[in-house]
């Protein structure tokens, strides 16, 4: 099966095609996700919300990428997946930077990197690049960055904080990542900057002229009930059919209808006869 690259994200540009990309963090949903169709599955570290209980991906650790990413590569035939790096795994230096985003590919064997931040991040963005490794970049609300936000809050309502968002799109295109990600920045702006780029803008909460969508796969399935973003459409209610199976398995164990007998396994009379003392027949 051909492996969608990053290259192919250039081409569907060029096509009009739209790409699809969900996170996901496990072998078990990576491969779900992979025989979907979709095109690119982002090993988010959203994870430090949805998998790990933070209420922020601050705390977030290489470790905890590397980890969840090589479980997800070893789901994954397909589709293109693309890590974050961690909240200061590159912004102390360039050379972090190249180091950690190694680590991604050798130890996490993904196909791409993803960092939050523009213009401040070109030059890490640069030296990863030259490194072979190909970028995605993050702009408009960079969830890392959330103590210096005050909150997750949209991105480039004013003059001012629109030109910015701008600026940090080109500068991340000039710097070499290969798509970059829109959050949460309003959709006609959004849309302008789809149209001067060359390279795939992927939106979140960045409306319908982006290049293409990505999501967190709680929150499209109803799985993560802390927070909902506004921009999140429910393709399915997961969450509740997970609890109702829950709850419908604690009611067979209690009253003793699970396990039944075609769930266990046989052993021949004679044999349990000689270990108890009893007649095996009658056990
Ligand atoms: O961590 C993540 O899941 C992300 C997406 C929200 C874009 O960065």
Redesign the pocket.
Known sequence: MKKVTAADFAAMKESGEKISMV?AYDYSTARLVDGSGIDSI?V???LGMVMLGYED?VSVTMEDMIHHCAAVTRGTERALVIC?MPFMSYQTSVYDAVKNAGRIMKEGRAGAV?LEGGTDFAEHIEAIVKASIPVCA?IGMT?QSVNAFGGFKVQGRSVEAAKRVIEDAVEVEKAGAFAV?L?CVPARLAEYISGILTIPTIG?GAGAGCGGQ?L?YQDMLSMYSDFTPKFVKKFADVGSVMRGAFEDYNRAVKDGSFPAAEHGFKINDEVLAAVTGRDGSEL
Request: glycine share 6%; no cysteine; aromatic share 0%.
């Open positions: 996170t982002l988010g570290d959203s991906t974050d993803k993050h969830p990600v959050e979140i990505v967190v």
